[in-house]
């Protein structure tokens, strides 16, 4: 049994620019939250997707979108990059939209400069 | 809305003793309650969760957690703490019905040899 896997581990990029992270869930999970944890702070919740469709929304503005894919693997796109986004950015899978658990993978680090 | 406390930054404590790491909650309805460790550098790693049933819950890694209504509290607990539990802790709830997670802000636990 896979676990969830994240990708890139690290990144930088410049104010202002696009930015793709990917995550896969694990097997036979079908629901993806992804969370922002900024340095110091505990994650805050983005938004959840289940069966390709967006299940809930936390209060981050329209340039945090994401995809989900047939195949349950999930992307967080964030457009616009602020120095503020600079953060430790989590993907959580789980069997369903409640699901008593959610497996974390171990975050993409992205530095905004 | 739901929200989780961890009132204190850091919890020393020499190996070998008892550990304790504190957490309160305020949410609408029944709770989902748990805890997270994460390592430097790396993504939540899954102790332990409350969703109904007995009080006491036995998680991993020797770690229980007592929930507790009256108080709305659900601190985390290791009768004989080792130095490889230095780690930051997390607490965080859901309510039933809901699909996202509440973190607090993280405890720093240090373990002194």
């Known amino acids: 049994e896979t676990g969830v896997t994240q990708s890139p581990t690290h990144l930088i990029k410049t104010r202002g620019q696009q930015v793709t992270l990917r995550c896969s869930s694990q097997?036979?999970?079908?629901?993806v939250s992804w969370y922002q944890q900024a340095l110091g702070q505990g994650p805050q919740f983005i938004f959840q997707?289940?069966?390709?469709?967006?299940?809930g929304r936390g209060n981050f503005p329209p340039r945090f979108s994401g995809l989900q894919f047939p195949n349950y693997s999930s992307e967080l796109n964030v457009n616009a990059l602020e120095l503020d986004d600079s953060a430790l950015y989590l993907c959580?899978?789980?069997?369903?939209?409640?699901?008593?658990?959610?497996?974390f993978g171990s975050g993409t680090r992205l530095t905004v400069v | 809305a739901q929200s989780v406390a961890q009132p204190e930054d850091q919890v020393n404590v020499a190996e070998g003793n008892p550990l304790t790491v504190k957490c309160t909650y305020s949410v609408s309805g029944n709770p989902y309650l748990f805890w997270y460790v994460q390592y430097p550098n790396r993504g939540l790693q899954f102790l332990l969760k409350y969703i109904t049933g007995d009080n006491l819950v036995k998680g991993s890694y020797g770690f229980e957690a007592e929930f507790n209504k009256s108080q709305t509290s659900f601190h985390l607990k290791k009768p004989s703490a080792l130095v490889s539990d230095s780690a930051l802790y997390f607490c965080?709830?859901?309510?039933?019905?809901?699909?996202?997670?509440?973190f607090g802000k993280g405890n720093q636990v240090v373990v002194i040899p």
């Open positions: 959580a899978s789980s069997l369903d939209r409640q699901g008593g658990g959610y497996t």
């Open positions: 997707y289940y069966r390709e469709e967006e299940n």
């Open positions: 965080a709830v859901r309510p039933y019905g809901n699909n996202r997670l509440a």
């Open positions: 097997s036979g999970h079908n629901t």
